[in-house]
C-alpha cells in the first residue's frame, strides 16, 4: 500500500474533522421504531427516535415481520442471481404489480434501492439528442443518475417555475427532441413539496416528460398514501414515479420505477443496475409487498402522522426554534453552523432524544440542520416530551 496515499486520505479526513463535518455512526441494538436501544459506552439506553424515515412505524410491524418470515421458508433466504438470467419469484412479480396498481401505471420494475432506480431510469430512455431538466434540490441518485445518461443537462433554481420555463425554452432552442423534467416529489433536507400542477402544466406547454422521485412520500402522503401526484393533485400527469420500499413501506430495501409499459419494458432490456445486480432478497420483498398492504389501508396511521407534525411544529415554534416552512412530517430545525447542530444534537441526546445533525455537503455551508421527522408510531407523549427536551436542550447548547 502506498504510504504517500493513505497520507493523503489522512490529510483529508483530518480536513473534514477540523471543518466540524466528520459524521459519526451510532450503533442500535435492536430495531428500528419509536424507541429505540442505543448502544453508548459498551451499556444500552433506551431513546426516543425522530430521525428515521419510519413515517408510518411499520419498520418492526408484526404483520410485516411474519410475512418476511414466511417468506424465508416458503422462498428462501437469496435469489444468487440477477433476473434475466434465473428468473425472478413471483413474490417480486406481485410486488411489482401490487405498487404499480397503487400508483396507477401500467407496471414497475424493481431495482435494489431507489438509488439504483434513479441511477438506471435515466440512461436507457434518452440519449444526446434528449434534454433532462432537474430540479437544483434534487436528491444526490438522480444527479448521479442524469450524469451517466448522454442527455443534455439543464438544472433549475429549486422548484422556481421561471426558471424551470426558462430551462425548457432553452432546450428547445438547443434542439431537444425529448424533454423530462425530474423532481423529487418531496424535498428531503426541506421537507416542502414539490408544485407538481405548475410543473405539470409547464411540462404540458413545452411537450415534456415528467418524472418524480417519491421516496419521500409513498405510503404516507395522498389519498391511501399515493404520493405526491396524488397529494397535490397532479396525479396521472406524471409520467414516471420512482420509489423506496427502504422507507415509509416497512424500511428494508429495494427501489421501483412505475411508468407506462414500454418505459418498464426498455427499462427491463437496459438499465443497467437492473440487469447487473442482484434480485431483492425474498423476505425484504415479502416483508414490502405486506408494508404496502398496510399502508394502503392506514388512514389512522396517516392521520397520526399528521397530528404528529403540527403537534411538534407549534410547540418548537413556541419554544424559539427557526424552522422551515412545509405540511410534510420532515420538520427541519434550522441552526446555521455544523457545530451548532451537532452540539444540539449531542445535547438532545443527553435528554433521551435521537436526532442527526445535517451539514455539508449533505446540506449547502451555513445551512446546517437538525432534520427530525415525525412517526405514527410516536405517541402524543412522546411528541411533548420531544418538544420539552428541544427547549432544554437548545439552552444548554446556546442556540436558543
Ligand atoms: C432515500 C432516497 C433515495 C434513496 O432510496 P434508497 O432506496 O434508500 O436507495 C432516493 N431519492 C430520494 C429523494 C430519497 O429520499
Redesign the pocket.
Known sequence: MSEAFLTHLRSTLAEIDAAGLTKRERLIAGPQGARIKVVSNGATRETLNLCA?NYLGLADHPEVIAAAKAALDAFGFGMASVRFICGAQTLHRELELAIARHLGKDDAILFA??????GGVFEPLLSEADAIISDAL?????IDGVRLSKARRYRYANSNLNALEDALKQADSDGARFKLIAT???F?MDGHVAKLPEICALAERHGALVMV?D??ATGHLGDQGRGTPALTGAGARVDIV?G????TLGGG???FVAAAQPIVDLLRQRARPYLFSNSLAPPIAAGSLKALEIAINADDRRARLQSHARRFRAGLERAGFALLPGETPIIPVMLGGARQAQELAQALDRRGVYVAGFFFPVVPKGAARIRTQMSAGLSEADVDFAVAAFADAGKAAEVL
Open positions: 424515515n434501492a431507489c438509488f439504483d432506480a434513479n434534487n436528491h444526490a441518485s438522480i423529487d416529489g418531496v428531503s422521485d421516496c419521500h420512482t423506496t420500499f427502504g422507507k430495501m429495494g427501489g
